[in-house]
Structures are given as C-alpha cells and as structure tokens.
Nanobody, 125 residues
Framework: QVQLMESGGGSVQTGGSLRLSCTVSGDIVNSQCMAWFRQAPGKEREGIAL???????TYADSVKTRFNIARNNAKNTVYLQMDSLKPEDTGVYYCAAAPLDYTCSSLNSVSFNYWGQGTQVTVSS
C-alpha cells in the first residue's frame, strides 16, 4: 500500500509564494517518478511538474520559470516551490507517483497510479 500526503496549500495574493510538500509512505522506492498535478474548478486535471529519480525535472509551459520541483529521497518527500503566483494557479494540487518502470517522460495523468488527496491553493488578485 502506498500513501501520498500533500501539505502546504493555502491562500495568497498575486505574486506570492507557497511551498507544497508531498510525503510518501508505504511500499514505494525512491527511484519512482513523482509529479505534481492541479485541477482548477470546471477544468481537467493538468500535469505541471515531474521529477525523475535522478532529480531531472520537467515542467509544463504554464509554470516554467515560476515553479521548482525537488525531492529529498532520504525523507521520502517531494516539494513544489511556487513563486510569482497568479490567480490562474488556483486549484487543488495533487501529488502523484508512477509505477517503478515508468520512464518519467510525460505529464500524462494516466501514467501515474498513486495519488494524494490534494491540497487547495487559492491565489487572489
């Protein structure tokens, strides 16, 4: 059983920053691809950042240069540093883990089979 728990969400004004954390427990190894997704009201879930076991990141164009994904394998934790936040960043943010054999090549949600419950991020103008 694998469990992912997000934390760090909240409400900020435009231009503010938040740092999300995702703590992973259970039958999971540090070589798995991890990612952050978000879902705005009335919209489909969007992949925004992923990180391979070696720390190689990939970002969606919508967050590139503003967000940074990192992982601490010793703590089984993945982070998402979000700077220069905009109202369009509002949504529920989810942490996800892919199967061990996934190449960590795409932010396609169907490639990830473990999900957290999500944490709300609200950015006001």
């Amino acid at each position: 059983q694998v469990q992912l728990m997000e934390s760090g969400g909240g409400s900020v004004q435009t231009g503010g920053s938040l740092r999300l954390s995702c703590t992973v427990s259970g039958d999971i190894v540090n070589s798995q691809c991890m990612a952050w997704f978000r879902q705005a009201p009335g919209k489909e879930r969007e992949g925004i950042a992923l990180i391979a076991a070696d720390g190689r990141p990939t970002y969606a164009d919508s967050v590139k240069t503003r967000f940074n994904i990192a992982r601490n394998n010793a703590k089984n934790t993945v982070y998402l540093q979000m700077d220069s936040l905009k109202p369009e960043d509002t949504g529920v943010y989810y942490c996800a883990a892919a199967p061990l054999d996934y190449t960590c090549s795409s932010l396609n949600s169907v490639s990830f089979n473990y999900w957290g419950q999500g944490t709300q991020v609200t950015v006001s103008s």
